[in-house]
């Protein structure tokens, strides 16, 4: 059921109590939303992520997806960055120190805080992109399996932090990264590398090849060096095992 519909300066906030998934239920009503529209969901109750992974959620995350239309087409592959590099600067505003995990993940202390998923549908020459995130807020405590895996601004700050603000924050360095992607700058991509986890260490790749990370391409790509090679990867083609020489 719908909660409340905010309206902002350029765009609207419509909250849900409860939804399956954000990205899914901004997929199926498009046509109903305008660009810069943002769906939250107090509760998800089946949010998923790259891969079909699913998300883990309660009402202490912040869950929500921003609708965004482009004709950007051949520069998609920055979106997630761009998605990472806006987390990354509110919590810095909050006095969290955070990595970015290409191609997705926002991490503190090497553990998760968000994850972002990019979802995309073609229409003529234009792109709607459905650009979902998970930010761990208030959670106090995480379960077993992700105690190891998972933090929160709470963890980090020992304060809980109002929703809606930090919704607004959020918005704001999207709306503000998305206006410089749109008009061709890459300045965020430069921060994306200057806050990469990843850069300079050795993965593992999904297939068991162990690959050195030297960039993060223009385009969005990940630049490795395999086997004394230089090659590059998009978030779709790879997924990263194990990560040495922390
Ligand atoms: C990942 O960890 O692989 C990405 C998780 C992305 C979760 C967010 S929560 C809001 C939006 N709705 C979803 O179903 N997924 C994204």
Known sequence: MMRVMIQMNNYNIIEFDRLDSTNKYMKENLDRLSPFDIVRAVVQTSGYGRMQRSWYDNSDNLSFSMYLKTKKISRLGQLPQLAAVSVVSVLNEYGVEAKIKWPNDVLVDGKKICGILVETVLTKDTVSV??????????????????QKATSIYQQKGKLYDMRMLLNNLATKLTFFFNQFESGDATFMQVARDESFLIGKEVMLYEGDVVRVTNIDDTGRLVVIKNGKEQTYSGSEVSLQNIYNS
Request: net charge negative; aromatic share 12%.
């Open 130 to 147: 459905i650009l979902g995130i998970g930010l761990n807020v208030n959670n106090q405590y995480f379960t077993d399996d992700l105690k």
